[in-house]
């Protein structure tokens, strides 16, 4: 069993609509938690970024953290044409020496 | 402020060559990871250097080495390639202060073994 699982996709939504993304995981010592956007052929771009658990907002993006649960969700609203990306979690557990420890990815795609 | 960068893009070797892939970190970032992504396995940790010493490695062959130079730049060489080691090779930087767990990546070397 991956340490992080996240469901691939893909994912189709018609434009407006609120994209429901989320990962769970096994190891209780995460602590840290980010969002990646990746667009094909580029490198992964830091969306969000969340300590333990609780909510973050920026924009029409919200990251939510359920440690209890050890699920974290990603949310977008009113998703646009460029929104279309693979998305990524990521999750660490400890300050200083960084692995990051990634899900597989789920490939989102917009529809005008 | 220049974001992470990799050379060289794009590159193409046969197997049993070795090839160095360099990346150089935000300005100021002293901390420098590497991943190799594939559409198999994803996103893995390969190995991160902060001042010129490996901090952590994953799971990963001695096939895979690497280093990091004063200035912070660091350099992965992978030798005796195998078919396998075909992916997109992303380096990552951080700065290191308490509180600053984020990484940013470079735009990735995808490299094909033929």
């Known amino acids: 069993q991956k340490e992080v699982e996240q469901d691939p996709g893909p994912l189709s939504v018609p434009e407006g609509a609120i994209v429901s993304l989320n990962c769970t995981y096994s190891?209780?010592?995460?602590?840290?938690f980010m969002w990646y956007r990746q667009y094909s052929r580029k490198g992964p771009e830091l969306l969000m970024y969340?300590?333990?658990?609780g909510n973050k907002e920026d924009g029409r993006f919200t990251a939510q953290v359920d440690k209890s649960s050890k699920y974290i969700s990603l949310f977008i609203r009113d998703s646009q044409p460029s929104d279309s990306a693979t998305y990524l979690c990521?999750?660490?557990?400890?300050?200083?020496?960084?692995?990051?420890?990634f899900g597989q990815g789920t490939r989102l795609t917009i529809n005008p | 402020k220049a974001g992470v960068t990799q050379t060289p893009r794009y590159l193409i070797k046969t197997r049993g060559q070795q090839v160095t892939l360099s990346c150089s970190p935000i300005?100021?970032?002293?901390?420098v990871s590497w991943y190799q992504q594939t559409p198999g396995q994803g996103l893995q940790f390969l190995f991160e250097?902060?001042?010129?010493?490996?901090?952590n490695k994953g799971n990963f062959p001695g096939r895979f080495s690497g280093r990091q130079f004063s200035n912070s730049r660091s350099e992965m060489n992978v030798s005796t390639l195998e078919l396998g080691d075909s992916a997109l090779y992303l380096c990552?930087?951080?700065?290191?202060?308490?509180?600053?767990?984020?990484?940013?990546f470079g735009p990735g070397t995808r490299l094909l073994v033929l």
């Open positions: 990552a930087s951080r700065q290191e202060y308490r509180g600053s767990e984020t990484q940013y």
């Open positions: 250097y902060f001042s010129e010493t490996q901090r």
């Open positions: 190891n209780s010592a995460f602590q840290y």
């Open positions: 969340t300590y333990s658990s």
């Open positions: 300005s100021g970032h002293r901390s």
């Open positions: 990521a999750m660490s557990g400890n300050q200083g020496a960084q692995k990051l420890v």
